[in-house]
C-alpha cells in the first residue's frame, strides 16, 4: 500500500533547544514498506526531525476512520494486528522524505 499523509498524527511535541516530537501511523502496510527510506513522503513538511518517535499501528483491512470503530470488541471489525516503534534516521535533503529505522516491535496479543 502506499503513504496515507491523512493517517500521520503528531502525538506529543517536546521543546527545548532540539524538542523532539512523538508521532502515530496507522496502516495496513507492512513494517518493511513503513521503514523503506522516503515512504513518510512529506515528513519535512509535517515537521519531523531526526530523533522523533513514529508509533506505526498494523490493522488488518483497513485503518479506522472513526473512534466507533475503535470501540469494538478484541477480534472485531479493524482488528489490530502488530505495533512498533520506528525512529527518524533523517530527512532527504531533497525531498525531505523520512528514513525510518527498523522497526521495534510490541507485542499484540489477546490471552484471554
Known amino acids: 500500500?502506499?503513504?496515507n499523509s491523512a493517517r500521520l498524527g503528531m502525538l506529543a511535541h517536546s521543546g527545548g533547544p532540539l524538542g523532539m516530537t512523538i508521532w502515530y501511523y496507522d496502516s495496513v502496510d507492512v513494517t518493511g514498506d513503513v521503514d523503506t527510506a522516503g515512504y513518510i513522503s512529506d515528513a519535512k513538511e509535517r515537521g519531523m526531525q531526526k530523533g522523533d518517535i513514529v508509533y506505526h499501528r498494523i490493522w488488518t483491512?483497513?485503518?479506522?476512520?472513526?473512534?466507533?470503530e475503535m470501540q469494538t470488541a478484541a477480534g472485531t471489525a479493524n482488528i489490530l494486528t502488530a505495533m512498533g516503534i520506528h525512529v527518524v534516521l533523517g530527512l532527504n535533503a531533497t525531498t525531505g522524505a523520512a528514513d525510518l529505522t527498523?522497526?521495534?516491535?510490541?507485542?499484540?496479543t489477546n490471552s484471554d
Open 102 to 108: 527498523a522497526v521495534t516491535a510490541l507485542t499484540v
Open 1 to 3: 500500500m502506499a503513504y
Open 61 to 68: 483491512t483497513a485503518a479506522p476512520t472513526a473512534t466507533s
